[in-house]
């Protein structure tokens, strides 16, 4: 069964940086577009950003975040992180056009932590 496996996660200064992958494990893995939701303690899991062949961020990480993507994996780059960022972050991937929707993802990863510390 192919899963998608999140990494490099971890505990950051506010201000500081991080990346996060995510790639298919146990197979092939066809997919049309990819997207990165986030969830803090007690809050719903949010969009942050999706990419097929252009990207869709939330506003409240546009020019801090970049979302890519190869052959291999997708990547959140995270830049000028802030405390509030502090959440688990999960991948998802879709077959059809990129969207801000959760419950049009049908693949997740098991998410990685990402915590910012002030």
């Known amino acids: 069964q192919v899963k998608l496996v999140e990494s490099g996660g971890g505990l950051v200064q506010a201000g500081g940086s991080l990346r996060l992958s995510c790639a298919a494990s146990?197979?092939?893995?066809?997919?049309?577009?990819m997207g990165w939701f986030r969830q803090a303690p007690g809050k719903e899991r949010e969009f942050v950003a999706a990419i097929d062949w252009s990207t869709t961020y939330t506003d409240s990480v546009k020019g801090r975040f970049t979302i890519s993507s190869d052959n291999a994996a997708v990547y959140l780059q995270m830049d000028s992180l802030k405390p509030e960022d502090t959440a688990v972050y999960y991948c998802?991937?879709?077959?059809?056009?990129?969207?801000?929707?959760?419950?049009?993802?049908?693949?997740w990863g098991q998410g990685t932590q990402v915590t910012v510390s002030s």
């Open positions: 146990g197979g092939t893995f066809s997919r049309h577009a």
């Open positions: 998802a991937a879709r077959n059809r056009y990129r969207s801000r929707r959760r419950d049009e993802y049908d693949t």
